[in-house]
C-alpha cells in the first residue's frame, strides 16, 4: 500500500530564513512525486514535481524540493520565506503507471512571521 | 490559464437528500478525478473516470455514489442520500494525456445537517 508521511503538523519560521517541509513516502517502484499548497478557503495548488532525473526540482514561488532515493524522502525547501508562504503543503506520491490517483500526506502548516 | 472549475462553492442540504457537485474539467483532459477533504484532515480520493467509465473507486465512494460526465464538458458526482459525515470539501481534477500532475478545481464545501 501507498502512503505519505508528513512528520509535522506546523513549520514555523522567521521571513527571510530557509524553510523545509518535510516528506517521506512508501510506494513500490519509483512513483510520482509531488507538492501542492493550500491557502485558507481556497483549492489545491500545484507547487513542483518530481518525474526523473536532477534530484532537485525546482517549482513556483521559488520553492524547490529535493528528492532523496535512499531515505525515500522530498523535502520541500525554499532559500528564503515569505510572510505569503503560510499555507498548508501537502506532498503527494503517485505510480508511474496508468493515471492512477493521488496519496497525500496529512499536510503541514507552515507560518512565516514577520 | 485554464482551470478546473466547480459549481457550487458551498452546498447545504438535509441529510437524507441527493446531492450533485460539479465540475468543469480543462477541456482537453481526459481523465478526472473526485477527491474529498474533511476539515482539518487529508486529501482523500474518491474516484477516478477515464473513457466515460470508473477506472478506480475508493472504499469511500460505496453504492451512495456515482459519477457522470453527461456532455463533452461537464463531470459530475452525485451523492444519492447524504450523511452527516458526508460533509466535507470536495474537489475536482483532471490530468491531459500526456501530463503527470493533477489540476484541481477551486472545491465545493458540502455541509449536510
Known amino acids: 500500500a501507498q502512503s505519505v508521511a508528513q512528520p509535522e503538523d506546523q513549520v514555523n519560521v522567521a521571513e527571510g530564513n530557509p524553510l523545509t517541509v518535510k516528506c517521506t513516502y512508501s510506494?513500490?517502484?519509483?512513483?510520482?512525486l509531488f507538492w501542492y499548497v493550500q491557502y485558507p478557503n481556497r483549492g489545491l495548488q500545484f507547487l513542483l514535481k518530481?518525474?526523473?532525473?536532477?534530484?532537485l526540482v525546482k517549482g513556483s514561488y521559488g520553492f524547490e524540493a529535493e528528492f532523496n532515493k535512499s531515505q525515500t524522502s522530498f523535502h520541500l525547501k525554499k532559500p528564503s520565506a515569505l510572510v505569503s508562504d503560510s499555507a498548508l503543503y501537502f506532498c503527494?506520491?503517485?505510480?508511474?503507471?496508468?493515471?492512477?490517483?493521488?496519496?497525500f500526506g496529512t499536510g503541514t502548516r507552515l507560518l512565516v512571521s514577520p | 490559464e485554464p482551470e478546473v472549475t466547480q459549481t457550487p462553492s458551498h452546498q447545504v442540504t438535509q441529510m437524507g437528500q441527493e446531492v450533485i457537485l460539479r465540475c468543469v474539467p480543462i477541456s482537453n483532459h481526459l481523465y478526472f478525478y473526485w477527491y474529498r477533504q474533511i476539515l482539518g484532515q487529508k486529501v482523500e480520493f474518491l474516484v477516478s473516470f477515464y473513457n466515460n467509465e470508473i477506472s478506480e473507486k475508493s472504499e469511500i465512494f460505496d453504492d451512495q455514489f456515482s459519477v457522470e460526465r453527461p456532455d463533452g464538458s461537464n463531470f459530475t458526482l452525485k451523492i444519492r442520500s447524504t450523511k452527516l459525515e458526508d460533509s466535507a470539501m470536495y474537489f475536482c481534477?483532471?490530468?491531459?494525456?500526456?501530463?503527470?500532475?493533477?489540476?484541481f478545481g477551486p472545491g465545493t464545501r458540502l455541509t449536510v445537517t
Open positions: 481534477a483532471s490530468t491531459p494525456r500526456e501530463g503527470t500532475e493533477q489540476y
Open positions: 518530481y518525474i526523473t532525473g536532477d534530484n
Open positions: 503527494a506520491v503517485r505510480p508511474r503507471t496508468g493515471f492512477q490517483k493521488l496519496v
Open positions: 510506494v513500490s517502484g519509483n512513483p510520482y
